[in-house]
């Protein structure tokens, strides 16, 4: 019989959740990387990397499952159409040249880093499903709920917590363990998780449940 999901204790229960680190590079996260480099203020997404390490020390405690997503740009424009890259050309506070494959900036702060066991997914567009493995991955360790955290909270988070709700995961994304270079911006993608995709509990709510 299937488990209905209509509580955050169902929800995040560790046997079926898995915890999604999105985007918290080098270049998103440190100073003098691309991102500032850019433009944009590297406050709010170093203020979510504590946040983002209890809630991973909690779900490695507990078991949970854990997946580190990041970006992923081939060099000359090997990832980009057209259209892709017309559009990262002009984003605000960013560049068609973050995270290119294999340089310092593509990789994980040293704060998140994966350890052995932990899934490591690379992606080539905001979503962290989009032409990736990590569905597959998920349903072989039967995970049905989706803890999204990371980068930025309007753009790579919210396409992945959309394009997991599709895919028939319960999302959960709590607020203080994701970041935008605006504000505005962070707070009405969280509103969308209210409305239509899934909830926004405080971080200390999912690890009082497990027993945290």
């Known amino acids: 019989m299937r488990t209905t999901m209509d509580t955050l204790a169902r929800q995040v229960d560790p046997a079926h959740t898995a915890i999604l680190i999105v985007d918290m590079q080098k270049d998103f996260c440190t100073p003098g990387f691309g991102?500032?480099?850019?433009?944009?203020?590297?406050?709010?997404?170093?203020?979510?990397?504590?946040?983002?390490?209890?809630?991973?020390?909690?779900?490695?405690?507990?078991?949970?499952?854990?997946?580190?997503?990041?970006?992923?740009?081939l060099p000359d424009n090997g990832s980009d159409s057209d259209t892709w890259l017309w559009k990262r050309k002009g984003a605000t506070v960013s560049s068609p040249t973050l995270c290119?494959?294999?340089?310092?900036?593509?990789?994980?702060?040293?704060?998140?880093?994966?350890?052995p066991g932990e899934l490591e997914i690379r992606k080539h567009r905001y979503s962290a499903f989009t032409a990736t493995n990590l569905d597959l991955l998920l349903r072989a360790r039967d995970v049905r709920t989706l803890i999204v955290t990371g980068v930025s909270t309007n753009v790579c988070v919210e396409t992945t917590f959309r394009a997991g709700f599709e895919l028939g995961y319960a999302v959960v994304v709590p607020p203080e363990t994701c970041a935008s270079?605006?504000?505005?911006?962070?707070?009405?993608?969280?509103?969308?998780?209210?409305?239509?995709?899934?909830?926004?509990?405080?971080?200390?709510?999912i690890l009082t449940i497990w027993g945290q």
């Open 181 to 205: 270079w605006d504000h505005d911006l962070h707070e009405a993608a969280l509103a969308n998780v209210r409305h239509r995709f899934g909830v926004t509990p405080p971080l200390q709510d």
């Open 100 to 115: 290119i494959a294999g340089t310092e900036g593509a990789r994980f702060i040293d704060e998140l880093a994966p350890v």
């Open 35 to 73: 991102a500032e480099q850019a433009g944009r203020d590297m406050g709010p997404a170093n203020r979510a990397i504590p946040h983002i390490r209890r809630l991973l020390d909690g779900a490695r405690a507990v078991g949970a499952a854990v997946a580190h997503v990041g970006f992923w740009t």
